[in-house]
């Protein structure tokens, strides 16, 4: 190892000479072991089962793939053409049987459907060997089956898996936008969590259930979006990071310190697959922290992180000869690429995009002359490949490109309009709906007009008297009329006198001041006629009103269900109406001894609050402003009970 | 530097720079104004002058401000200012003029601001143009009639080629040529792409036209979504319809107890713009009724039932479950335990009998809001 590769140059995070290592704890998050790691998380990997088993009475030995994807079953005879061999991919599989394990043969019956024509074949393996060997695999396939039938929407979609016809419990994973509205309110353990979550609901809870006599599911039945809400939230997991942003140097004792996770080791190998081959081609030769050491400090991470590079990084020799792999991004993103149609796809001339270079033309036109790279454009990338491990949840064909780019193809200009489906409406006419209410107000205008009134007369009127100046009515118009066209006066419209007139706009001025005077009472805010109680009472009063708005909704409900089952429930209800009435007076009686202190406490206040608004209605205080606010549910939860007792007494009459 | 930064384009003018389109649905209905004026002494010519100065003071407000004055009458909806385009636009009187007659006119005019005049004239003379071609039997047979619907929706078309079109047209409010060219006010848009602010006010005599039910309520609906408000000032006759409408889309609601005072009404109610009525308790009337009559019985209900289909209210499920307005078959499997709480068990082998002197109608219903307090 060459001696200048060393650390003895000016670190990139302090100005000091100062020495970097990596620093790893050895309880939490042992160096060694990152590959192993590696090879869990990245395959995936599950060990290859095999058994041996005879198929249509032929020895052999079956085989489950490694990647749990595929089953085969191969002859035993040493034959090499005529060796029959048979390969279910697993997520044909329909269906699985198996004998129970006590039996005397084992037996496993996989039923496969052909992934073109749709027909379901079974095949029969007989197991052979020891018994032990048949329940290993049995589990491995089913877990296998699982497995692949847990990954979402693109396997899911391909094999629609007959859940109740397997024998062997291989149903998927339930994922939690499934979840039943009865499984939710049966689920006490997320009902509790959602309580702990929210205090106002807690107390809610508290006051309706524990204390009011609801019982939960009577609660919840009203709540389930909340519980859904709940457990859709807590299933979200978090996805992927800029891993390298995160890595933050420590200065300790003069060394600057950088640890490491299992985790972080395995998201940076994802993110930036350079780095995981710069890892595989080097670290046999160097240490496994001698590695990371010089990888925080060598030109490599800046340029991954997007930093600009500059004369003064140190340099090193091994990692250095990977910067100029020119792409950096090995193989990334190509996913994404399948799935952009050649119509809209710009990368053929992407040398000419000038957007890629801000506001400024492209001048050079060539790929790659950028030494360095702006944070930017470093940070975009990161984040279309965190996006592009993300499963999309939203293309649902992804899988045939050619499907998907035929749909993007239709230009909808060219497409006829899609039939609209809306239900024909046969409307009456709706004169008949409202001939009677405008009854009252119709008058007959004869009647109110005189006799003498006519068309001819009315119009000429009108005519004359609207004329913008006198001249203009030398001739009016000659209206066929059965009337005699006779020439009418021109009649001044009727003007009063000055005072007259005078007396009418105020008599306006003061209907629409009285108006206003009534709407500025109603306004919300400090105009308000309504004082609001102090804070404690007011508290009290909110979660009062809340409960018996939830009791009233349950009495109703019931109430007229017509459900000789509920009965109990409405007396429930009943009663919890009638301690709700009570609470309400307690609170109300509450409140007017609080005032009392507090009266006796300031005297001057209550004085001073009387001068503010004139137009007010004396100011309500205690008892009153309690019951004045908390008056309409009172109306309601009496309603309610009147109806009860009436309906009680219509029963019992007529028993 | 900054003169060549190219983000002006998106800064956009406060909403406060744009003018206002005031448009003007007057009823015209000339029996429905007698009938008024025998009622009230307000006659039709005496609200005509009115409504002119309260319209000369909406365009003394703003130079860009702009006025339409639509006529409701008896044979449809006619534009009074701005005139048809196309039309004489001369007053039925004005071939009979003297040369003594015109400079005397001109005389009077010369110290009238000239918008204001324009607007008058056109106004007079396009009412005089309609008065003229109106046959008194016609006036006669109609003392209800009223375009209402189209009314609104010759306003709102108008509004939309002003306000939202950009390219303006013929101009509004001031007659003159010269004026047509000024597409919108100096070009300022606001983020809803509208160049101009507008407003409605209906002055009605003439109660609800029952026929026109639906294209209102949609006329109603496309002012709301437009923001425009529709201010009403309801002479006589108590009105559904526009009631409804002043308070859906934020208008003003009047029913001037002294309809002889009725510029009073104008100025103080309907005067003020969009940006002034944000800071303004408005005198609109205290208490909109909003309960409705039932379309079976017609009577006014705190709750009813409502076909789901139509939206047609009925205070008791219709007759063989069929809605009586479009005629669609109603599942009211649900409903039938309504009338029949069940509230003691059934151990004595008898049917519950139905709750049938209650209170309300002998409709039962769920009560879960609150009964209305006084």
Redo the contacts between chains.
Sequence with gaps: MPDHAMPSIPCPVTTNRLHTQVYTDPTKHPIYPIIEARSIVCGGRMATARASASYKKKDGEITLDADGKSLSWRAESSGTASNPHIVISVDSIKSLQATPPTSAKVMIKVFVQHPTDGTVDPYVFTFSGAPDEASIFKAALTAAIQALKSTPALDAASTDVKDDRTSLDSRPAKTLRNKTDHELQEDMSLQQAVLSASPTLQKKFHEAVISGGMTPVQFWTTRIHLLRAYAVEQAQVRGSYNVLATIKPKTEDSVVRVSLSRDQIHAIFEQHPIIQKVYDEVVPKLREDEFWRRFFLSKLYKKLKGEKLVPTDSHDDILDQYLKGGNLDLGSGAERQLRIPHVIDISGNEDNHSQKQGNRPDLTMRPNKIENVPIIRTLNTLSSKLLDSVHPVDLTNERDPRTQEGVDMKLHDLQNDTRQQK?L???????Q??????GP?????QA???QH????G??LM??Q?????N?????P?N???V?QPQQWPIQP????TSDD?DS??????A??SS??A???V??PGRFGCLSTPDPRIWDQLLLTHATS?EF??HF??A??????K??NE??NMAGSLNRSLERIESIATSAEESEKLSNEAGRGDSDRKRSKGSNRPPNEKGFALVKRVI???E??IK??LA??Q???Q?????? | MDKVDGTEHYNFKAPADLATLQVIILDTNPLAWATLESSSSLSFPSALSQLLIFANAHLAFSQSNRCAVIANHIDGTHFLSPADPGTDHRDPGEADLTPEDLKEIAHQNASKYRVFRLLEDEVRASYRRLIANTSPEAVMESPNTSFLAGALSAALTYINRICFGGMGGRSSGVAGEEKSKVNSAGGKVDETGRTMHAKILVISVTPDPANQYIPVMNSIFSAQRLKIPIDVCKLQDSTVFLQQAADATGGVYMEPEHPQGLLQYLMVGFLPDHLARRSLILPTKVDVDFRAACFCHKKVLDIGFVCSVCLSIFCEPPEGAVCSTCQVKLDVAALENLNKPVVLPPRKKKKKKAVDSLPESGVASAADSPAPTE
Aim: proline letters at 3%.
């Design positions: 239900i409406l046969n409307v009456k006419d709706h004169r709906f409202f001939d009677t209410r405008s107000h119709f008058v007959k205008p109110s007009l005189g009134t006519t068309g001819v009315i119009l009108l005519y008297n609207t004329a913008s100046h001249s203009l009515n030398q001739r118009p209206y066929k009329s009337d419209s009727k003007q009063g007139n009418v706009l105020r008599a306006a001025s209907h629409i108006i206003l009534i709407r500025r109603q306004m708005t009233l909704r109703w409900g109430f007229f269900s017509g459900d000789s509920k009965i409405i007396r008056a309409p549910q109306n309601a309603t309610a109806r009860y009436l309906a009680l219509g029963s019992g009459d007529s028993s």
